[in-house]
């Protein structure tokens, strides 16, 4: 039997309404610029893409003015492998791996390894300044305030999450990425068989 119209309205917008959420949240990685910084944040589950030395793609160009008013580009690096860290002031994910970035920046750097951030969407950047002074993290973030940074890698291994983890090989290609917060042995992992590979 069918149900009668108010019913079967009642249904249509109960549907309806699920509809556009799960359209919300399969649009969030493309909300920057939104006034509130966390709409459309995305938590990623560290998955992890490894890109073979033969089939790698120069990284895009990444070039900006950093937190502490100096300007950086990517290119400056040739000959480093970098790990490029996607993170902002208000993402928890980013707040309890920072200390170990910072751990591995500074035990890598002797090797050639050079840490990178991009701060994207922390507004005018003062929140991100008081967390940079209170992790100890001393390697250059690139100020993204709106996201456009991030969209320059969206032809290679564009970063979909907050925080995200790219390295580039010697060569300027990008080599991994890390969708998601990481884990100490899996950034040592994924460094080390970069700064090893024959061609990179």
Do not use: H
Request: charged share 20%.
């Amino acid at each position: 039997m069918p149900f009668p119209g108010p019913l079967r309205r009642g249904a249509r917008t109960k549907a309806l309404v699920a509809l556009l959420a799960l359209l919300a949240l399969g649009g969030c990685s493309s909300s920057a610029g939104a006034a509130n910084p966390q709409q459309g944040y995305v938590e990623g589950d560290g998955a992890t893409t490894v890109v073979p030395v033969e089939e790698r793609r120069p990284a895009p160009a990444l070039a900006g003015r950093t937190l502490d008013g100096a300007t950086l580009d990517l290119t400056d690096l040739r000959g480093s492998v970098v790990v490029v860290n996607v993170w902002a002031s208000w993402c928890p994910p980013c707040r309890a791996e920072a200390p170990m970035l910072q751990t591995v920046a500074a035990a890598l750097r002797a090797r050639g390894v050079r840490f990178v951030g991009i701060d994207t969407r922390d507004g005018d950047g003062a929140a991100a300044r008081a967390f940079v002074q209170n992790v100890g993290l001393t390697f250059p973030s690139i100020v993204d305030p709106d996201g456009r940074v991030l969209l320059a890698f969206r032809d290679t291994l564009p970063p979909q999450a907050v925080p995200s983890t790219l390295i580039v090989d010697r060569e300027g290609r990008v080599a991994a990425r890390v969708i998601g917060p990481t884990t100490e042995p899996r950034l040592r992992a994924l460094i080390e068989r970069v700064l090893t590979q024959a061609g990179a």
